[in-house]
């Protein structure tokens, strides 16, 4: 039995700024477990929705701001917030480590200033992918905390984490077979990623042009609706199901019938872009084409991942990211795949579909008890890290 391990997660790669204290124990399999201690998340949704998208550099500046209190939080949330002891637990690198992230100095300093170590093994943060401005205050935050506490990194990728999370099920992760799918759908990636054994990747399909989440809110950008635009196209769309409206327009299902595992999801933004140019909408035509172009998206995800089932001999399929938050896309992949037959469905709780520093703690605890710690000064943050 593996020591228990308290690991902090850190995550920063988009526009969530979240810091996540668990504590965990065992192997992937049957002895593992774990408890979050404190987890503590700010959305800049709001701030970035003046825009209708996320800017890196205001969503830096987010970060920097909001990383100390949240971190505040959620340690005072696991009740292992503590007084300093008088000696100064700032490292004298600190201002080179925070070279690039100067709003961040002050308050971490009198942070560490005024608080004695709190009982943490590990840190993981998000590397990538992501926005590489907002990665790296992420990044550099861990590496100052990491030389304040005399505690090892973990470079996390965020992918990884959007997999682990989809398996978690109360206080374990739900066992399952291999081979396994991950359909992985935020708005950064569309990817179907097989994993012939656990942690082990290799990505046999995946997106050639827009995200399906960023679809979703280029969609829902051209129809008048706030960013981030999934739940708002998914509000509409629940709607005109309930009324029955269906769509005069139709939307393509693109790369449907071509025999490969690539998506494509630039053509349907376009097709809704036609429409809404050339005609005039009304609130139900609206409603309606929320619906239709909801379920091109879960056809197609739909249609890919069956031909990934029959490729592959795949038992467990995990879908993970924002767009896994979709009720109408998990309705579409649960009943296909109960007709498909035998084949288990991991989604994950609404909640931990977006953004969260839990999955990136989690992640970050697989690779902790295998020692697959980074060196905090070589450590980087990249765009586009890939998962294989
Ligand atoms: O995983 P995530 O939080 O961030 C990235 O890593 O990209 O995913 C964010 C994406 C956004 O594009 C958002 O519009 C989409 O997930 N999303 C949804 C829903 N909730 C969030 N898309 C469709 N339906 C939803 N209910
Ligand atoms: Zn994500």
Not at 131 to 136: G, I, M, V
Not at 197 to 225: N, Q
Not at 352 to 373: Q, R
Request: hydrophobic residues 45%; contains cysteine.
């Amino acid at each position: 039995m593996l020591q228990r391990m308290r690991i902090l997660g850190i995550e920063t790669s988009c526009d969530e700024t979240a810091v996540c204290l668990i504590e965990a124990r065992g192997d992937h399999g049957a002895d593992f477990s774990f408890r979050v201690l404190g987890n503590a998340l700010l959305s800049q949704a709001a701030i970035h929705a003046e825009y209708g998208g996320v800017f890196p550099n205001l969503a830096k500046r987010e970060h920097a701001k909001n990383l100390v209190p949240l971190l505040e939080k959620a340690l005072e949330e696991s009740g292992g917030l503590k007084p300093g002891d008088g000696r100064s637990a700032v490292p004298a690198g600190l201002a080179s480590i925070l070279a690039h992230e100067a709003e961040l100095q002050e308050p971490l300093a009198r942070f560490l200033e005024t608080h004695a170590k709190p009982d943490i093994d590990c840190i993981a943060v998000t590397a990538g992918p992501g926005l590489e401005p907002a990665l790296w205050v992420g990044i550099n935050f861990a590496r100052a905390l990491a030389s304040a506490w005399d505690v090892p990194v973990v470079g996390v990728n965020h992918m990884e984490g959007h997999i682990i999370i989809s398996a978690v099920e109360d206080d374990h992760l739900s066992a399952f077979e291999f081979p396994a799918l991950a359909l992985l759908i935020s708005g950064g990636h569309t990817e179907l990623v097989l994993s012939r054994e656990w942690m082990r990747y290799e990505i046999v399909g995946a997106t050639r042009d827009d995200a399906a989440g960023e679809a979703f809110d280029k969609v829902a950008r051209l129809l008048e609706l706030p960013y981030p635009g999934g739940p708002e196209i998914s509000r509409l769309a629940g709607e005109a199901r309930t009324r029955g409206l269906v769509s005069r327009f139709k939307l393509p299902r693109p790369m449907l019938h071509e025999d490969n595992l690539d998506f494509s999801f630039a053509g349907l933004k376009t097709a809704v872009r036609r429409i809404v140019e050339s005609e005039s909408l009304s609130d139900d035509d609206k409603l309606a084409l929320a619906r239709e172009f909801e379920d091109s998206v879960a056809d197609v995800l739909t249609q890919k991942t069956l031909t990934a089932i029959d490729t592959y001999g795949v038992q467990t399929v995990i879908v993970g990211g924002g767009v896994s938050a979709n009720t109408h896309i998990r309705k579409t992949l649960a009943e296909a795949l109960t007709n498909a037959g035998r084949v288990n469905l991991l989604v994950p709780s609404p909640e931990l579909a977006t953004d969260n520093a839990l999955m990136i703690a989690l992640a970050g605890y697989f690779h902790a008890i295998k020692k697959e710690f980074d060196d905090p000064a070589a450590l980087r943050a990249n765009g586009n890290l890939k998962l294989a």
